[in-house]
């Protein structure tokens, strides 16, 4: 039983040491504050991937009663411990980021072309922003097809973890 303990502090200390590094990066007052508006950032270097709305509940949760624009870390590192401990916000698989495209690709082309791929990214689901669109055009569009072939990128996408 006390080996199960020790390796839950070693994993909580790991966690906390991670979660540190990567709120300093954007301490930039060295004080334990960041901008609200870099929480989404700070989570996904840890490897979440929160939509938007779980990241507003999430900022929700380490903002202070008054909110001022401002996250304490105090406030932030239990929050986002237990987000890493409970692993949520896990990336998807390559083979469900692929059955999604393949869905866009009912002729199983293999690819998307741009437009198609805007269309989809801004009119269905949670829609991209147009700062996230042009991002995700810049890595994935082969210019000179402009078409995404989408097995590639996933690929790419995936195996960029580290």
């Known amino acids: 039983m ?15 040491k991670k979660i540190k590094e990567a709120f300093e990066v954007f301490d930039h007052e060295s004080n334990n504050t ?10 996904r270097s840890l490897g979440c991937c929160p939509s938007e709305g779980e990241l507003h509940d999430l900022i929700a949760e380490v903002e202070e009663e008054e909110p001022t624009g401002y996250i304490r870390y105090e406030k932030f590192l239990p929050v986002m411990t237990k987000v890493l401990l409970e692993k949520r916000y896990r990336p998807v698989s390559e083979d469900v980021i692929l059955r999604a ?20 990214m801004t009119e269905e689901g949670e829609p991209f922003s147009q700062e ?24 790419m996408m995936v195996v960029d973890d580290n």
């Not at 669109?133 to 996933?154: F, G, Q, T, W």
């Open 34 to 43: 960041v901008d609200v508006r870099e929480i989404g950032t700070i989570v």
């Open 101 to 120: 495209f393949e869905v866009l690709d009912p002729a199983k082309r293999g690819f998307l072309t741009k437009e198609e791929l805007i269309k989809y």
């Open 132 to 155: 996230e669109m042009e991002e995700m055009l810049s890595a994935a569009i082969d210019p000179e097809s402009n078409v995404i072939h989408y097995k590639d990128y996933i690929t």
């Open 2 to 16: 006390a080996d199960e303990k020790e390796r839950e502090e070693i994993i909580v200390a790991e966690f906390h």
